[in-house]
């Protein structure tokens, strides 16, 4: 489902992975329910993260830090290991795409990294969430 510009995603369905989402037409203010397996949120040319935790670093424009960056920002906690590459300032939490600090905002980039994202969150299922 590919949501207009005039139009805003209302909710997610899903008991186990999204199933669904509601999305309100901005001109009409029409509501209208949506099959959907999968999402990705265009957020523009601001970051629009201030409604995250204090725990998960930002940039002072509001970009989430991942992997090194959050080293050098001295805001990993999980000194056994480096995070990787897509990983926040808390362990097992992923960013991916233009809310990431980055000098790449494409949409290819951030479908790219969506797939690694969900990569090293297997990874950290695997080593240090289970």
């Not at 590919?2 to 139009?7: E, I, T």
């Not at 935790?53 to 509001?62: F, T």
């Not at 959050?70 to 795409?97: I, M, N, Q, T």
Request: aromatic share 6%.
């Amino acid at each position: 489902v590919a949501v207009r510009l005039r139009s805003e995603v209302l909710g997610a369905h899903g008991d186990t992975h999204l199933t669904a989402i509601d999305i309100r037409d901005s001109t009409t203010e029409a509501v209208s329910r949506h099959d959907c397996g999968g999402l990705f949120v265009f957020i523009g040319a601001d970051a629009q993260t201030e409604w995250l935790p204090s725990e998960i670093a930002r940039d002072v424009r509001g970009y989430v830090l991942t992997g090194d960056d959050v080293v050098k920002a001295a805001r990993w906690p999980h000194h056994h290991r480096d995070p990787y590459l897509l990983e926040s300032s808390v362990p097992g939490v992923f960013a991916c795409g233009d809310v990431r600090l980055s000098p790449v905002k494409r949409v290819a980039s951030a479908v790219g990294e969506g797939s690694m994202a969900i990569a090293f969150a297997h990874r950290y299922l695997q080593s240090d969430g289970a």
